[in-house]
Structure formats: C-alpha cells, structure tokens
C-alpha cells in the first residue's frame, strides 16, 4: 500500500478524509434502517411512509443494491483505487456532496413532494457518475488500465440503475424494472467475486499463521467462471431460458466449490475477519447450488437471490467493512475489536434464518422465520454502527492523513 502522506497533526474531525469513512458509516446505518422498515411493511403491510408510486417489495430489493451495496462499493473503491494509483480520491466539500446525493437518493422515497421519485432518480444517477468519474481519473492518470474492468461494472450499475428508473416513472416498459434490479444484483455480485477473489486469499495467507501459507488458485478456474458468470447474468436477467441459467448455475458451482477448497486454511476460524470472508463466500456458493436445484426440488427462487444477497453480499461487505476500517485508520486487523464477532454472528443467524431455515421449517413458519433474519439483520449493522462510528469520525491513530 502506498502512504501518500507523511505523519502530520490532524483535525479530530476526520469524517471526509477519505471515501470509506462517510460511506461505511452509511452503508451500515442505512442497512439498519432500512431493513427495520422493511420488517415494519413485511409484518404489518404497513407502507404509509412510503411514496405510494414506489412499491415496497421493488424499494426494499432496489434500496438493498442500490442503496446499501452501492455505498459498501463506492467506500471501497475511493480507498482503494487511491491506494492502488498513488492519485487522490475525493475528500473533504467532494466526498461531502457525493455522499448527499447518495444520501437524498435514499431520503426522497419516503417524501410526498411532487416528482419526488424524479428526483431521487436524478440524485442517484448524478452519485454513480460522480463516483465513476472519481475512480476512472486517477486510474487514467496512472495508466493502470488492468483496473478498468471495476469502471466498467460501477458504469453498468449506473446502467442498470437508469433502467430501473425509466420503468418506475413510467418511461419504459414495466419489464425493465426488474432487468434492472436484477442486472444490478449480479453486477454487484461479480464485483464482490472480483475483489473476493484479489483479497480473500492473500488476507488468508497472511493472517493465518506466523510462517508462510500458500493457497491455490487456477488461472483456468478464473477465467471459466468469469465467463460462465457472464452467460448466466445475461441468461437469467434477460431471457425466459430457466434451464440454461439452471445449468450454468450447477457449473458455476462447481467451479466456486473448487475455488473455495483450495482457499481453505484451519487457521480461518481464529479469525473472525477471515471466517466471516469465507462463509460469505460460502452463502454465494450456496447460491448457485440452490439455483440449479431451484426447479428440481422445489425451491422458491427467492432462497437462491437471498443466499446471494443476505449471505454472500451481506456477510461478505460487513467483513470488509470491519477489515478495511481498522487498517486504514492504523489498527491492527490482526487484533479486531473482540465485539466485532457478534457483528458477524448477528449477520450469519439472520443469513441463515433467511436462506437456510426456510429449506425444512414448515410453512407455517416462513413469516417467523422471515422477520427474525430481518431483525438480525438490523442488529448486526446496528452493532456495527456503535463500534465503528467513533473508529471512522476519528483521525488515523498514527497520525496519517486518511
């Protein structure tokens, strides 16, 4: 990593140092909120508070991708594209107008203004352009155009975001409300595969023991399955070819099961910064599985999108989170906070509660078991918020600017 500052006295506010600090802190505060009103809609069928032209099943699963998993994204990539490239990212008065427009985006659901939705749609649309341009710059300038396949899948979200939008305000057809949703889910999902893939096995081996580990991986594997992740995203999003999807799902799974074998170390579980990497990955194994299985055994298409979601993507982006706000705040990751595990443990109940349980509880129980991974949720990322907060308005520990 480079160390673009040398150690200097810093202010005590050190909130917009850099773009992980604001947007973790909302990616997990909005987790939290958003997903106790969307426990309040899903028990009651309650929704007064939301804009009556936004449906609350299309709100919780736009708000989840869009919403939470963009802003994980948009911290991840302003830290780590300024590490990479030695060029800074936005900060101070451009990360603050960034993370408004992600932030009204959010807001203006639940306002009864005329055109609100037009213009929640403009603020979020302007948020992933700027984040775009944010990132795409200083790889530009330092011609690290190994990188640009990440720019590439942040301008397809934006893509796909804009899609969304043109069939909720009524300018598409209604098809394209979910032919967004969806490519953007996928999207995020082979992001997070992406970076899985660069960081999970380089934190193992360096965190499992004192002497040198070394995990395998295949180039072969890498390449096979990003292209077979391809065609299944397109397939499933975009056409009525269920089988094929269905296969490419069973060979997607088989290649991430070989994937996540060689990753394997005992020395994992004495980590939770490194268990939780890998259960989540686990969850996104998990969801090709039932994928392929969906039709066969009789299982909701909703357990394989949330064993993605609320398993993959939930446990993986609170693992980062966790991660990345300790090291680039001078922390020892080695030496997490010890209630950083019930972060972990709330976030994997509620996954298991959402994709596992309801494989064998009895229909009568699906609602109960629905609201409990709800409320795991929410009190996973509430967790997370009273633990980091201070850790991210606070300045670096050593004294350098980030």
Known sequence: ?????????????????????PFFLLAASFGAISMLLWFIIYSTGHTALLNPAFPSLWWHGHEMVFGYAMAVSAGFLLTAVRNWTGHATPQGIPLAILALLWLCARLLPFSMMEHALHWMALADLLFMLGLVVAIVIPIVRAKQWQQMPIVLKIALMGASNALFYAALLGYSPAQTLSWGLYAGLYLILSLIMMMGRRVIPFFIERGVADAPVTLKNYKWLDISSLFLFLGFMLVEVFTPYSL????????????HSIRLWGWYHFGIWSKPLLWILYLGYGFIVLGFA??????LLSIS???ALHAFAAGGIGLITSGMMSRIALGHTGRNVQQPPSAIRFIFIALIAGAIFRVIL???????LYGI??????????LGFSLF????APILFQPRIDQRFG
């Open 1 to 21: 990593m480079l160390n673009i500052e040398s150690p200097t006295p810093q202010k005590p506010f050190a909130l917009l140092n850099l773009g992980f600090r």
């Open 301 to 303: 298409p909703w357990v």
């Open 290 to 295: 039932l994928h392929a299985l969906g039709s």
């Open 244 to 255: 094929l999807s269905q296969l490419l799902a069973a060979c997607l799974f088989i290649l």
């Open 358 to 364: 309801p494989l064998v509880l009895p229909a009568s």
């Open 385 to 388: 918020v009273v633990i980091y």
């Open 369 to 378: 078991s629905i609201a409990t991974a709800q409320l795991c949720w929410v």
